[in-house]
Each structure stands twice: as structure tokens, then as C-alpha cells.
């Protein structure tokens, strides 16, 4: 069964660039049927949506974080990754990768996640 | 953005109760409403989508149910693998939005 994976850096200094990559193992991040997404949880609280990419490039942000976050794909790879710029220690999370499916009448979910990846902003 | 209001944040029950958990909506979701399980130290579990439709491989004892803003998830008979934080999340509009979520400990 597909799988993600998450990988970067488990610590980022206050005011750099928090940078990770999800890996798609066993499957196609080229397919049509599914987007791909970030999902970040701080430390003892819940779950808030950072975004989106579909195989083609396009992408949908957060409002909260739109000024400073970016997420791209490389089919090649098989990967997606996120940038998030400015980082604080309210940036201090673990961060999820997701893939987002879709059924009937245009439901959609997040169906498969990564384990996820502890990220703390410390100087 | 829509705010998704959980309750209780957290609840004690014994293996073999039934439980139900609530969530509801700031403004009208259709049914573009979904369920997670999260145990500790690992990532949501998708059981719930649409509202109400079970995902495959997820047992039957759960369940989800209404329409508008507000919503439940029906535990039919606690097992003890179920004990976790359940999360419901709107895909009804961005940015999607996830409740507060509620524990669910053992009594």
C-alpha cells in the first residue's frame, strides 16, 4: 500500500526557513485522483491544515500561513515539500504529511498520513 | 474560517459502553464532515467520511451521523483499542478546519 514519509530537520533557529519532504513510496504522486497536504499539530494540541498540492504544481494555503509557507512537488522524485519562512517558536509542531482523496459529490478526506516528523524552533 | 466545536473535550467510559461524541459547526457544512482516531505518538486515522460513511476496514461498532452543523460519532461497545483522541474535521470549504478533538479515556 502507498506509504508517506516525512524528513527534514528536527530543529530550525528562530527566524530561518523550516524545510521538509514527503516521500511517496509504493504509488504515484503523479495521479489524478488525489491531491497531497501538510498537517501540523503542536505539542499536546490539534490538528491545523497548512496545505495543499496537486501533481501539476497547483496549490492551496492556509490563510493564516499563506504570507510565509510554500509547497511544491517534484514528480520525479516522487516527493512534495514545504517551506515555511519566518519560523517562531509557535512554529514548534509535528508535521504531517497527507494525501488528500476524494469520493462521490466531491467529499473529500485525508485518507493515508505519514508518521510524522517532530519540528522544533529553538535557538 | 468555520470553527468546529467539540464535546465533550474529554470523556471517561468502560469497554462496552456506548458512547457518542459531538461536533458542531459555525455555519452549515452539508455533510462535508469527517472523523479521526489518534492514539499517542501517532499520526489520525480517517474513520468517518461524508458524515457517515464508514470507511472500509473500519469497524462497525463506529459510526457517524447528521447534516447542517451538527454532527455525531456513535462508539457502539467500547473496545479497548478505542481509546484515543477522535478529531472531526469540515471539507466543506478553505481552509478546512479540525475540532479541538476529545479524549477518550478508560473509566
Known amino acids: 500500500q502507498l506509504q508517506l514519509q516525512e524528513s527534514g530537520p528536527g530543529l530550525v533557529k528562530p527566524s530561518e526557513t523550516l524545510s521538509l519532504t514527503c516521500t511517496v513510496s509504493?504509488?504515484?504522486?503523479?495521479?489524478?485522483?488525489?491531491?497531497w497536504g501538510w498537517i501540523r499539530q503542536p505539542p499536546g494540541k490539534g490538528l491545523e491544515w497548512i496545505g495543499n498540492?496537486?501533481?501539476?504544481?497547483?496549490?492551496d494555503y492556509n490563510p493564516s500561513l499563506r504570507s510565509r509557507v510554500s509547497i511544491s512537488v517534484d514528480t520525479s522524485e516522487n516527493q512534495f515539500s514545504l517551506r515555511l519562512t519566518s519560523v517562531t517558536a509557535g512554529d514548534t509542531a509535528v508535521y504531517y504529511c497527507?494525501?488528500?482523496?476524494?469520493?462521490?459529490?466531491?467529499?473529500?478526506?485525508?485518507?493515508?498520513w505519514g508518521r510524522g516528523t517532530l519540528v522544533t524552533v529553538s535557538s | 474560517d468555520i470553527q468546529m466545536t467539540q464535546s465533550p473535550s474529554s470523556l471517561s467510559a468502560s469497554v462496552g459502553d456506548r458512547v457518542t461524541i459531538t461536533c458542531r459547526a459555525s455555519?452549515?457544512?452539508?455533510?462535508?464532515l469527517n472523523w479521526y482516531q489518534q492514539k499517542p505518538g501517532k499520526a489520525p486515522k480517517l474513520l468517518i467520511y461524508?458524515?457517515?460513511n464508514l470507511r472500509s476496514g473500519v469497524p462497525s461498532r463506529f459510526s457517524g451521523s447528521g447534516s447542517g452543523t451538527d454532527f455525531t460519532l456513535t462508539i457502539s461497545s467500547l473496545q479497548p483499542e478505542d481509546f484515543a483522541t477522535y478529531y472531526c474535521?469540515?471539507?466543506?470549504?478553505?481552509?478546512?478546519?479540525f475540532g479541538q478533538g476529545t479524549k477518550l479515556e478508560i473509566k
Open positions: 498540492i496537486y501533481y501539476s504544481g497547483s496549490t
Open positions: 474535521q469540515q471539507s466543506y470549504n478553505t481552509p478546512c478546519t
Open positions: 455555519q452549515t457544512i452539508s455533510s462535508y
Open positions: 497527507a494525501r488528500r482523496a476524494y469520493s462521490y459529490s466531491s467529499y473529500w478526506y485525508f485518507d493515508l
Open positions: 509504493d504509488g504515484s504522486i503523479s495521479s489524478s485522483y488525489y491531491y
Open positions: 461524508a458524515a457517515s
